[in-house]
């Protein structure tokens, strides 16, 4: 349990990490966090470094989560150096894309991430895949001890079980958990963030957040009223045809965002980012 002046201090970073980002002209767009983006070089970007940075200031994307298979894309990204685009670089446990389906039991993977940390710049590690007890392996809890030890957050593509199984691994893990269980219902989402203060749901291909029409449910309204510092926002662009609608998924997160009170949608577009990972633009 956070001591009375860490939250205190928490509290204070939250505030001006809002502060810093809020003032926003009527005619401006919320700026965005991404906080799930894959720049995948296989065996080349879709877009150039060049045309994806042009792309973010586009559509005000001010920070990045940045990952890539193989992490050449990451490595470029970081080798650009943008004025005024926050990059936090995870380390992505996959060479290959069949990689998903077996490195939670590779010995040759834990090498990799522990080469890939030795550049110095990492924050995290993810975004992994593991379901149900495929979490519950011996490379799993090395990967997630590994992060504890050099104080990296995990990203992980994961049902509730197994981010149970991550959190028995090591209490002091620090997890954003990718898509936020999919559908997943609410009350179990809710019960999750209130038995793991060390866990925050991203929001990329989350259903039940809007109806049909794209009002707020109820049931996501009270929980972003009820988490406002637990939640962030995801491109996901794991597949081209993401990258060729960045434009509208960005559009659809400021659709709802509107509909929340402005402290809150700050929160969840920028701000609680920015208390995780500072802001260094």
């Known amino acids: 349990m956070r001591s009375a002046a860490q939250g205190a201090a928490l509290l204070v970073a939250l505030a001006g990490a809002i502060g810093f980002a809020s003032p926003v002209r009527a005619d401006e767009p919320i700026e965005i966090f991404d906080a799930h983006l894959h720049y995948n070089w296989e065996p ?25 298979r193989p992490n ?11 004025k005024d685009l926050q990059i ?9 894309r069949a990689d998903i389906q077996t490195w939670f039991g590779d010995p040759f993977i834990f ?9 110095g710049y990492y924050r995290g590690i993810g975004e992994f895949h593991i379901s149900g007890k495929a979490a519950d392996t011996e490379w799993v809890k090395k990967t997630v ?5 050099h104080d990296l957050y995990l990203h992980a593509h994961a049902d509730d079980v197994a981010v149970e ?30 038995k793991y203060p060390k866990l925050w749901g991203e929001l990329s291909y989350r259903g039940g957040i809007t109806d049909s029409s794209g009002k707020l449910t109820v049931e996501w309204r009270a929980l972003f009223e009820r988490f406002p510092d637990r939640f962030l926002l995801g491109s996901d662009t794991w597949i081209n045809e993401r990258w060729d609608s960045y434009g509208q998924i960005m559009a659809g997160y400021r659709a709802w965002l509107a509909q929340l009170p402005p402290n809150i949608a700050a929160q969840i577009a920028n701000g609680n980012a920015r208390v995780l990972f500072g802001d260094e633009r």
């Open 44 to 68: 080349k970007p879709h877009f150039s470094v060049d045309e994806v940075l042009s792309l973010f200031k586009k559509h005000r994307v001010t920070g990045i989560l940045a990952t890539s």
């Open 72 to 82: 050449t894309g990451t490595h470029a990204l970081m080798d650009a150096k943008p």
């Open 88 to 96: 936090v670089p995870f380390i992505r446990p996959y060479r290959v």
């Open 111 to 119: 090498d990799l991430v522990q080469d890939e940390f030795k550049r």
């Open 145 to 149: 001890d590994f992060a504890v030890e």
């Open 165 to 194: 199984i991550l959190m028995r691994h090591n209490p002091r893990a620090r997890i954003i958990w990718a898509h936020t269980g999919f559908s997943l219902p609410a009350d179990r989402v809710a019960e999750m963030l209130t």
